[in-house]
C-alpha cells in the first residue's frame, strides 16, 4: 500500500480535526468510508463490520482487544488509526446528580455535554457548534461568536465519551441512564445539518450504539427550510424553541424570527414527516417575567399551535452572568401552565437541573474564542505539520 493512498483518504475524510496526533479517527467515518480506509491498508470490506461493533457496540479505544483480528492486522490499525475520544477538561457532578464536562477537541477547541439522570434513564444533552452564530438574547451560548461547526466525530464523541465515564457499554446494557439524547447543547444543529446528520445515523445505528430516533431530540430555533429534512431523513422528534407569541416580540429576542417569522415556522411544523399524536413536537417557552409571561401571551399560544399535536415545555428562565432579563415569578409560571393545560397540552415545567454547575438550558459556554482568518491559518498549520510528522503520512 502506498504512503500516497493513504494520505488521499486521510485528506479525504478529514478536515484537520479527524486526525488525531496524525493517525485518521475511524470514529466518525460512516460504514463505506470505513470499508475505503480499511482498504488503504489492505484490509478486507468485511472487516469493516467486526471493527464498527468492537467501536461502537463494545466501545473499544484498543484495537489490541479486538479479538477476531488477526494480530498482525491490530497491529496495522494501530499504527495508522485511532479510536477517537474528545479529552476532558473539566467534568463536574452538580448537587442534583446532573454532570457536566467541558470536552476538549483535537484542535483545542472546547465544547460542554450535560448528562441529566433520572431514576431509570437519562439524556445527554450533546453541542453541534462551539459557539452559535445566532443570538437569542436570553441564551449564554448566544453570546459566544462561532468558532465553527463540530465535524461528525466530534459530535459521535460526546456520546462515546459520556458512555465512557458511565461505565454503559456494551450497547445492549440493562438499566442505562444514557438512554436518550437531545441536541440542546451549545449550537443550532440546523446551521451544521449535514455532520448532525452524519453523526446521528451514526448514533442510531442498531448493530453500535443503538440509540433509536424515538429517543433522539433535536431542537431548533427555527431553519425553516431544513426542518423538513430534518424529519424525512432522521425521523428524530422535534423540539422548537418558540418563547413569543407575536413576531413583533420573537424577532427582538431572537433574530432568526427577521427570516423564518412564526408563520412560517409552524406551517413547517404542520409539515412535520413523523407528525402524529403519538409523536408530538416540543414547543419550548422560555418564561421570561413581564416580558413573555402574561395569561393573554398563554391564550395567543394555544390559538397559534391549534391543529399540532404539541407538547409545551415551560422552562423557567435560567440566569447567567450579565443576562438581560428575570425567571417569571412561580405563581405566574404556574398560571401559565394552567392555561395550557387546560386547553388540552401537556405543559410540564421544566425542573432547572445542574443549575449549581451553569448546566442548565442557556447557560453553557465555553471559553473558546472565534478566530481570526490567519489565526485559523496558522493553526490549520500547525495540525498538518503535525500530522505530517506521525506515522501515517
Ligand atoms: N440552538 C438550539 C438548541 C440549543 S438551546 C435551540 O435554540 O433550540 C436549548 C434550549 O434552551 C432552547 O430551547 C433555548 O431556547 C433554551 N434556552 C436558551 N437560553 C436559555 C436560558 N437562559 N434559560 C432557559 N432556557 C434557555
Ligand atoms: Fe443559539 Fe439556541 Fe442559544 Fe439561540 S438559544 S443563541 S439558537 S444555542
Redesign the pocket.
Known sequence: MSMESIKGHSARFAPATATIDGKLNLVGLDMAELKAALATLGIEAFRAKQIWSWMYFHGLTDFAAMSNLAKPVREKLAEHFVIGRPTVSADQKSEDGTRKWLFKMPDGQEVEGVHIPEEDRGALCVSSQVG?T?T?R????GTQKLVRNLGAAEIVMQVMKARDDLNEWPSTKDQRLLSNIV???????LYNYDNVAKALKIIMDSDGIAIGKRKITL???GVVPMIERCGAELGVNL???L?AVTDELRSRIMPINRSYPIKDLLNACRNYPTLSNARRITF?Y?MLKDVNDSAADARALIKLLSGIPAKINL??????PG?PFECSDWETIEKFGDIVNRAGYASPIRTPRGKDIMA????LKSASLRLSAKEREAQERVMAEKEAGAGLL
Do not use: D, K, R
Open positions: 452559535c445566532l437569542c436570553f441564551c449564554h451560548t441536541m440542546m447543547g451549545m449550537g443550532e444543529p431542537s431548533t430555533s423540539a422548537i424553541s418563547h419550548e422560555v422552562i423557567p428562565f435560567n440566569a447567567w443576562s442548565a438550558c442557556g447557560q
